[in-house]
């Protein structure tokens, strides 16, 4: 992890689960240190690079709570989704997602920027309340499409607790990263291999 010039520390954020929800999921992970969501410049620079957020939207507004309310969001929506998929109830979890859903999402207007082209904006400053209900929404509308449900996966990554939509043709997606996890795996495979050579 890395500083760039605005001081926002560089975090592999990474958008390849398929839904804003499981995205959202993915920025905790266990063992992974301290809460990287409750720091300002990282919830702001998460809500933009998620796109919930236009891009060129200011971030001063996201605030602590803002920070707290989504470690929050998430833990209900992972508790949610991992019952779902063990077959189990969660639904203290369910009645906050829905709960946080019933709030209206972020209003978007479209604009011209200065070569002519239409760019999407917000129809006014960023509130915390109509972000959460966007990625509430995106959770219900996940976990209520039986189509979607069905192509959800726990990568088979070494330590890797990321759940994603498999989009693959076939259904045979192995890992929440073919590039990350998928390469991992391809690297300690050679590894065994070159040693169980090396030991004959």
Do not use: K
Request: aromatic share 6%; glycine share 8%.
């Amino acid at each position: 992890m890395t500083t760039d010039a605005t001081g926002t520390a560089d975090y592999d954020w990474r958008f390849d689960s398929g839904r804003t929800c499981l995205d959202l999921m993915a920025t905790s992970a266990p063992g992974a240190g301290p809460e990287l969501l409750l720091n300002r410049g990282f919830l702001g620079r998460w809500l933009l690079d998620a796109a919930l957020l236009p891009a060129g939207t200011p971030v001063s507004v996201v605030d602590g709570p803002w920070a707290d309310r989504f470690v929050e969001l998430r833990l209900w929506i992972d508790q949610l989704v991992r019952a779902e998929l063990g077959g189990r109830f969660a639904d203290s979890a369910l009645e906050r997602v829905n709960a946080l859903a019933t709030a209206s999402p972020p209003s978007i207007r479209a604009v011209r920027d200065g070569n002519g082209s239409l760019v999407r904006t917000l129809g006014g400053t960023p509130e915390c309340t109509a972000l959460l209900a966007a990625v509430a929404r995106d959770a219900l509308d996940l976990l209520t499409d039986p189509q979607a449900l069905s192509r959800l996966r726990q990568c088979e990554g070494e330590s890797c607790r990321r759940i994603y939509l498999d989009t693959s043709r076939g259904r045979r997606r192995r890992w929440c990263s073919s590039e990350v996890c998928g390469n991992r795996e391809r690297v300690a495979r050679h590894r065994r291999r070159a040693a169980a050579v090396a030991r004959v």
